[in-house]
């Protein structure tokens, strides 16, 4: 065996126990009774230790950073990867990653429950001990002016909070002149829909788009999500709302997106390191892209009437209405149901709050306050509930500081890709059929998913479409369908 075989042996076993550390994570959110998250928690700090000694292992850490690629194939692009990780854990302390594991574990029973009750006194206590391990990981991995940049570059390498907030500065207008003349939703499709019907729309979701059943699995839990448990085995949740069945449709695309992410590119290599995608934010364009793209485009909402009619829209429902109600502006307070006009405010408001958390600019019991006024200058709209305000996403409770922003760049790279797809094969500019989702699917093979996690996001666009990452082609397209 030479230095790179062992290298990636010993990467290998490490990654191993890191699919237990999820698999523990999705149990904890499907189906983990209450009584069970403290224990649920020291397993999870134990674990995170274990994979703590690996990494920071001596001879290990030798191996990685004094090996030299004598190629530029896949195991230089291995290596580089692992060399990345390596270098970062040997900053943070042993003991930082347990808290952090312990914390998270913790907090997620104890943010469900403020949630339904409305009660954060419990969360607020441990809010404000995670934001306080999160500043001392900042201080542990380095950076050069601002905290939170530490925390971006995790979830997007090189992504900074200056950058995120040009992009904002440019979006938010623009998104806010759109909504000014948008078409509003007329509640149609606002009907109860009971969870067995929502339950048989799903599955078919997941059929059109080919998830593969036998590699992916579909739950409930209380906010969706994805989670990749090994090789072949990725699996998707989502909620059901019965006086909202297209919550539970797009967020089944949605998260459908993210695992066939997941899966096409451990189709293209495997267990190799270059298959763990790291940059969130090309995650989101593909949850995105098949949520917002695909999902709402007429020729799919056409191609998709049928079975809508059959199982769960009553008589007086056309295709046209369909379309039109799922590219209509209709304002919640709710990210997760949000239209995609609404959509980024909303990740804005997020973004600038936990960037004033992280450096110390605001604290976690006065966070509730801080939202609101965020919110009305946003949305000009006032909230009355923290279950509809900060309760309402899992992220912070799950130790997620500096995920957010992803989402919006997210959006522009699906639209920026959905173009880029368009010219190649027309694909959105005619009538949607059976062959249609697998002739998006092997372009994303051939342009998208066979570069795996080589690249850090503006490289990554560049060379998927030939163009820099920009906010133009997400706006026409929701001039298209909004307006």
């Known amino acids: 065996m030479n230095k790179a075989e062992k290298i990636l042996k010993q990467y290998k076993n ?11 994570d999705w149990d904890s959110e499907v189906n983990l009774p209450s009584g069970g998250y403290e224990y649920r928690a020291e397993q999870a700090a134990w674990l995170a230790s ?17 090996f030299i690629p004598d190629n530029n194939g896949l195991q230089k692009d291995e290596i580089a990867f692992i060399k990345r990780v390596v270098e970062l854990e040997q900053k943070i302390p042993e003991r930082l990653r347990e808290e952090q594991a312990r914390l998270s574990a913790k907090a997620g029973g104890i943010w469900e429950e403020a949630k339904k009750s409305g009660d954060d006194s419990d969360f607020i206590q441990i809010l404000n ?8 990981y900042c201080d542990c991995k380095g950076f050069e002016n601002d905290a939170y940049d530490a925390l971006l570059d995790d979830y997007d390498r090189n992504l900074s909070y200056s950058s995120v907030e040009n992009l904002f500065n440019d979006l938010i207008p623009q998104l806010q002149e759109l909504l000014a003349h948008a078409k509003e ?6 009907f109860f829909a009971d969870k067995s019907k929502q339950e048989k729309l799903s599955n078919i979701i997941i059929q059109e788009i080919g998830l593969d059943p036998t590699r992916s699995r579909l739950d409930v839990s209380t906010h969706p999500f994805t989670a990749t448990l090994g090789v072949g085995d990725v699996r998707i949740t989502t909620n059901y709302d019965e006086n909202n069945f297209t919550s539970s449709m797009f967020s089944t695309l949605h998260e459908g997106g993210h695992a066939l992410y997941e899966l096409e590119t451990q189709n293209i290599f495997g267990d190799s390191p270059c298959a763990s995608i790291v940059s969130l934010a090309q995650h989101e364009s593909q949850s995105r892209f098949f949520e917002n793209i695909i999902g709402r485009s007429k020729a799919f909402c056409e191609y998709i009437f049928p079975q809508l009619s059959k199982i769960i829209l009553p008589e007086n429902i056309t295709a046209e209405t369909f379309h039109r109600c799922v590219n209509s502006v209709s ?21 600038k709050l936990e960037h004033e958390l992280i450096n110390g600019n605001l604290q976690a019991s006065d966070l509730n306050e801080a939202w609101n006024q965020e919110f009305e200058r946003l949305f000009n709209k006032k909230l009355q509930s923290k279950k509809d305000g900060y309760l309402q996403d899992v992220h912070w409770s799950s130790g997620l500081f500096g995920y957010f922003p992803t989402y919006t760049i997210g959006n522009l790279i699906a639209a920026q890709v959905a173009q880029k797809l368009n010219n190649d094969t027309a694909i959105f500019s005619g009538k949607f059929d059976k062959d249609s989702i697998p002739t998006i699917k092997t372009w994303l093979r051939k342009n998208f998913y066979i570069h795996g996690n080589k690249y850090c996001t503006e490289d990554f666009v560049k060379k998927v479409t030939g163009e820099a990452l920009n906010a133009k082609p997400l706006i026409e397209d929701l001039k298209k369908r909004y307006y």
């Open 50 to 66: 274990v994979v703590h000694q690996k990494l920071t292992d001596p001879e290990f850490v030798n191996d990685v950073l004094s």
């Open 185 to 190: 939703d007329k509640g149609e499709l606002r």
């Open 331 to 351: 304002y919640t307070p709710i990210r997760v149901d949000s239209d995609e006009l609404y959509y980024n405010l909303h990740i804005a408001l997020r973004t």
């Open 129 to 136: 001990q995670m934001i306080k391990l999160e500043r001392e």
């Open 14 to 24: 490490i990654t191993l126990i890191q699919y237990l550390e999820q698999i523990l």
